[in-house]
């Protein structure tokens, strides 16, 4: 449905007001036209820091699985092994079952694991966590980082976020973070993403990952949640499937998504 001229002018007052990129209006005067990137072969190191076993796979699995697939090198730090993730299981044994999920999941993605060591749940932000993330990530020396949106009903994943953030400062700002979804409304709240990459080509190799999650239901969740994300996505960038991201703004000389 097009919207009416008082209408189109109220957004774009507002995407100007605000200064949020991701607030877009049909018709709007100097909105940006959304395109979902396309990535290109290459040898870059991508990192993604997730929360738990799943979040990486969910947020932006389409997306790793397109830098692996066309030769870039792609790693996932997994910053606890779902010790609390499965009911009914001590946490030595929901993390001994959750950590071969992830490992047979980045066997589908292309990519190596990392686990950072934190425990689910009780995951904290300390200097010395820091400097531990600051570690891997100079090891890796990463390209481009994703990462969770820090706005996020679970502290786990606000956790991650923030020690990422913290990291990058401490490594000089070396790299660009892009910030992905988990559960947009329910979970990931206020994000308004400016960055899109087409998926559809992948989308089933990262809905594969997914489900190698048995013990968190990987089939369910997607179908619930992340499809009708990917979907959405999708349909905001004239593509079948895509996921968003926002682009940390201090990031310096990141406007295009590395490897596009």
Same mark, same amino acid.
């Given at each position: 449905?097009?919207? *009416? ?6 957004? #774009? /007052? ?11 209006? #049909? ?21 993604? =820091? ?12 389409? #997306?790793?699985? *397109? ?7 792609? &790693? %996932?730090?997994?910053? *606890? ?15 001994? %079952? ?5 490992? &047979?999941?980045?066997?589908? %993605? ?5 686990? $950072? ?16 993330? $600051? ?10 980082? /994703? #990462? ?16 990422? @953030? ?8 070396? @790299?660009?973070?892009? /910030? @992905? ?6 979970? *990931?709240?206020? @994000? ?7 998926? &559809? ?9 997914? /489900? ?8 369910? %969740? ?5 499809? =009708? ?32």
């Amino acid at each position: 449905m097009r919207s *009416t001229g008082v209408a189109s002018e109220r957004r #774009t /007052f507002l995407r100007h007001a605000l200064g949020i990129p991701g607030l877009l209006a #049909t018709g709007a005067v100097g909105a940006p036209e959304i395109v979902a990137a396309q990535i290109k072969p290459g040898s870059l190191k991508v990192v993604c =820091v997730g929360a738990h076993p799943d979040d990486p796979e969910s947020g932006c699995g389409g #997306t790793l699985a *397109t830098y692996a697939a066309l030769g870039h090198r792609v &790693t %996932i730090v997994y910053l *606890t092994r779902g010790e609390r993730g499965i009911p009914g299981k001590s946490d030595a044994d929901a993390a001994a %079952i959750r950590t071969a999920e992830a490992e &047979t999941a980045c066997g589908i %993605i292309g990519a190596k694991p990392v686990f $950072a060591g934190q425990i689910d749940g009780s995951t904290e932000v300390t200097r010395e966590r820091v400097n531990q993330v $600051a570690t891997i990530l100079n090891t890796e020396a990463p390209d481009v980082v /994703f #990462t969770h949106w820090p706005i996020d009903t679970h502290m786990d994943h606000e956790v991650a976020s923030l020690l990422t @953030f913290r990291a990058y400062v401490a490594t000089n700002r070396r @790299f660009p973070i892009y /910030f @992905f979804e988990v559960d947009a409304g329910a979970q *990931t709240l206020g @994000f308004a993403p400016a960055h899109y990459v087409d998926i &559809t080509r992948l989308r089933e190799k990262k809905k594969s990952a997914l /489900f190698a999650h048995k013990s968190q239901n990987g089939e369910r %969740i997607y179908s619930e949640h992340h499809e =009708v994300m990917e979907n959405w996505r999708g349909r905001e960038a004239r593509v079948a499937a895509a996921e968003a991201f926002v682009l940390l703004p201090s990031a310096r000389g990141a406007d295009q998504l590395p490897g596009t």
